[in-house]
């Protein structure tokens, strides 16, 4: 095998570890970036280089502050908790949210030993108190480690005397009961609110 076949199959073996991605979808992957990567190489290595976490949020970009954190416009008194960048990225397709973010990076998960240290979980706490926030908005997945984490931040944030909300959960929009689980349906009516 040459250099070459080694170096693409290691690419390959790489971009089968990512999400949503296994060996077949990574080799396809691989070739249609191999007829592209005339400009991709470049727009990879450029972003390799400059890009950087927010210090005050933990978003990725290009500068120390990312866009949102600078934004004047945004409302500083709201904070939006999020496991990961997906899902700021997520949110703010959505165009709903109008505040800032904070990026835990995870959720809490004694078997991957991953503790409140791994996470920026000391950092909201300090953010919260720093910034005067008035509401922290935990928009944490609706697992066993993301509820685990949300009611941990809650205790760490009690003191502070901040309100504390979730995003709601239930049928989305266009959904149908019959196609829903049983965990959802339940969510829903204990989230009934007045018509």
């Given at each position: 095998?040459?250099?070459?076949s080694?170096?693409?199959?290691?690419?390959?073996?790489?971009?089968a570890?990512?999400?949503?991605?296994?060996?077949?979808?990574a080799r396809?992957?691989?070739l249609?970036?191999l007829?592209?990567?005339?400009?991709?190489?470049q727009?990879m290595?450029?972003?390799?280089?400059?890009?950087?976490?927010?210090h005050?949020?933990?978003?990725?970009?290009?500068e120390?502050?990312?866009p949102?954190?600078?934004?004047?416009?945004?409302?500083?008194?709201?904070i939006?908790v999020?496991?990961?960048?997906a899902?700021l990225?997520?949110?703010e397709?959505?165009?709903a949210?109008?505040?800032?973010?904070h990026v835990?990076g995870?959720?809490?998960?004694?078997?991957?030993?991953?503790?409140?240290d791994?996470?920026?979980?000391?950092q909201?706490?300090?953010?919260v108190?720093?910034?005067?926030a008035?509401e922290?908005?935990?928009?944490?997945?609706?697992?066993?480690?993301?509820?685990t984490?949300?009611h941990?931040?809650?205790?760490?944030?009690a003191p502070?005397a901040v309100?504390i909300?979730?995003?709601?959960?239930g049928v989305?929009?266009?959904?149908?009961?019959?196609?829903?689980?049983?965990?959802?349906?339940?969510?829903?009516l204990?989230a009934?609110?007045r018509?």
């Open positions: 095998m040459s250099d070459a080694r170096d693409i199959e290691s690419l390959i073996e790489l971009m570890r990512l999400p949503g991605l296994g060996p077949r979808s396809r992957a691989v249609a970036l007829k592209k990567r005339a400009g991709l190489a727009a290595a450029t972003v390799a280089l400059n890009a950087r976490d927010c005050i949020c933990g978003n990725i970009g290009t120390e502050i990312c949102i954190c600078a934004d004047p416009r945004r409302a500083g008194h709201e939006c999020v496991e990961d960048i899902d990225w997520a949110m397709r959505g165009g949210f109008k505040g800032r973010y835990l995870g959720t809490l998960s004694p078997l991957d030993a991953v503790g409140p791994e996470l920026r979980i000391p909201l706490a300090e953010r108190s720093r910034e005067g008035q922290v908005i935990l928009a944490l997945n609706a697992t066993v480690e993301g509820q984490t949300a941990y931040i809650a205790d760490v944030l502070l309100q909300t979730t995003l709601a959960q989305p929009i266009g959904g149908e009961l019959d196609y829903l689980d049983d965990g959802t349906v339940g969510a829903a204990r009934r609110r018509l």
